[in-house]
């Protein structure tokens, strides 16, 4: 299996035709993609729906933990999640270089087959797109997907309140050390491996605290540190987080040490920054934690009045410092 | 203004804030944009949802009649057109090369807040990729869009019958010769403008004939023939279609014969093939000629039942001969 991608696989006319009859429909088969018409048609629930987009531009296409495949379903399902919505319908938009090779788009979409069936979500429309050799690099994928939201979910940082708390659902900084490592070919003695994966089921499991859960972003680039500030600029108050609080493996604290990286500001592509009310607190941590990936989640800080639109972190030495936004470029393709 | 796209303005950190807020979100703005979340939150109407999504790479991004900003619009509008769907929201996903000018990138963001405003589609969400400089050539977008279905609309090639009309809305070739004389420096007496626009108006003109209209689709890339054979197949029935009838302007007709091109393969950005039943093909051509580009439309065949799932073309010189699907590549690049 050498065959690989041609221009003519972008024309539009038969050569299209047969790549996405024999890679496409045959992988992701489902009556809406089966229908083959301009767009796909669906008949949705009622309800406030979400729409969320992105493109995914990651190198290498294959880590340990994922694919580019995977991460472009786990990214925008996770979008979905953190706007509070059941994820329900995909398309997928592919940019593909001259001669990629077949297999490996075949097992890029096999991931995203698998994945999308894992966190429930249908591909129902796509597009490929081939551009001449050294016009692109590979394979660039974007997903939008639409999604339901609930009648009383409503998570946005204007719900949060000065004396919310602030989980973090698992361990920071897997993902952007992985791809790093990868890229470097750095070794560790216990690999690091990416946590991409799809957060339908803390969506779920977060259904029944519609009050309680104020607001849920996903600290993808520009990591924790940044979906704070983020958050404390959109909500106009203040957010104290302890460095000691914040969940990290010790070997992605000890290979940030030794690469003078800061775990904070790198991508995590299977985590959910939380913020959560003081009345069920106690309630929620108990559920978030039997979701299959947040085991180790964690309250990391509090919401408070002052400083408000800024980030203050208590460092493990007790000091206080800023925690500003990521500022110039960090990992550049992380996603 | 010769500022340029940075890695650090994909960052997702501070710089990718301001060129959001500096550029996009300044020019788009909307209320469900200005929300800043991770997805647009929408209420729709109730009924059925059509969803369509595509990548424009189109080279060069500046042609006459358009540019890739306002064909990432059109693309999209035509396809929920083409669903019979009215046009509501939209995403925008763009993967930008390092070093691209600043001042370019606002002009594409204007030209799609014009185009997105003509058509009554909102952008609603989006996302930013940088790569660097060689691994993208310049900018690439790709606009998913949702709009909403009529009760009682249905255009899909199951509906369409022997003894349907086949009609052209328009012009055939426009947009693909334009690139291809922009490109190779080709000169004619009349200018080749792109038809790129977005067909929102026809899409209405025909709510009025939700049985009459059987199918529409917008002959892009591939061409009038392609589209043709796709119908013919899903149909299962035969298109027989006179060259004659079909409407081609002089200058692409002239053009076409003198670099041995056809312009049933050219692609089109503003054009619609349309299936239309015998009881109202009268009302209804008078009905899409008194729309503002498609005062050129023409019947240019009929539907049978043999030969199935394929087109025959009687050609100028009384010939009957299959009309094929687009084999190979014929202009990379075209959208």
Redesign the interface.
Known sequence: MDSRV???H????????QLVDEVFRSIWSNQYLD??????????P????????????ITPIFFPGGDIGKLSICGTV???V??G?KPM?M?????VEEGFLLSDLRKIAESMAKTAAEAGIQI????T????R????GI?I?T????V?NEGTEY?PQQIKAGDYIIATGNIGDHGLSILAQREGLQFSTPVISDCAPMYQLGEALLGFPGGVRCM??P????LA?VLN?LAQ?SGLGMLVKEKSIPVSSVVKGACDMLGMDPL?M?NEGKMVVVVGPDCIEEIMLKIKTVSNCHNAAIIGQVAEEPAGMVLIETELGAQRIL???????L??IC
């Open positions: 041609l221009m003519a972008g024309s539009g006319g038969l050569m299209s035709q229908a083959a018409l301009d767009g796909a048609q669906m008949t949705l009622p309800g406030k729906v979400a729409m969320s987009t992105d493109s995914f531009v996770n979008d979905l953190a706007c919505a319908y398309s997928v938009g592919l940019i129902v429309t796509g597009d797109k081939v551009v001449e050294g016009s692109a690099d660039f974007n939008t997907g639409i999604g939201i946005t972003r996903d993808t680039r520009g990591g940044t983020e959109q500001y991508a500003g936004m990521l500022e110039g470029e960090h550049p393709r």
